[in-house]
């Protein structure tokens, strides 16, 4: 005959066991979460919206500001642009960057490659462009640690081609997120 006292002592020790076994379950299961990474901010989405008529893709946001992109549009006729910009933030007119190249003009400090202002963009064939990417007042891109996230705006000046009375100035044709590699 076994005493109150010893089946107490097993319904002790099977509570314990139990959820001795529960906590060991989701400390190992929070311990697989973190180093899966699921936490991490190069989960962040990344994205890179072109405005109608252009089109974006393969994007790069390095470390030191530079924002690398395949930019190609399909006007119908080739387009020459004279200047980029790229910000964090719009003006306060909302026309235009706010930090970095907010006059829009084509002054090389503004990119990182030799880029030269009248380069012609054709209908549908996509080009390569890097900018300097800018976040705060002052003539530094911004710089973010690897997997941090920039989220900005690229804004073109150019003319149509054939058609040099029609000039563009300070449109936005790229909105994107990204994460500095």
Partial sequence: MTSWRAKRSQATIDFLTSYGIVIVVVAITVAL???????????????????????CSAFIMASNGTFTFLLSQSIGSSIRITAI????????????????NVQMIGASNYYPTSFT???????NMPKQFSVYCYDAP????????????????VWLNYTYSGLPSTYRTNQQV????????
């Fill in 174 to 181: 790229i909105s994107f997120s990204t994460t500095y590699t």
């Fill in 138 to 153: 002052g003539s530094s891109p911004a710089s973010g640690s690897l997997g941090s996230t920039f989220t900005g705006y």
């Fill in 117 to 123: 202002p009248g380069t012609a963009l054709f209908s």
């Fill in 33 to 55: 979460i973190f180093e899966l990474g699921v936490f991490s901010p190069q989960f962040a989405p990344t994205y890179c919206n072109a405005a109608p008529s252009f089109s």
């Fill in 85 to 100: 910009g790229c910000s964090s933030e719009i003006n306060g007119t909302g026309v235009g960057p706010r930090y970095g």
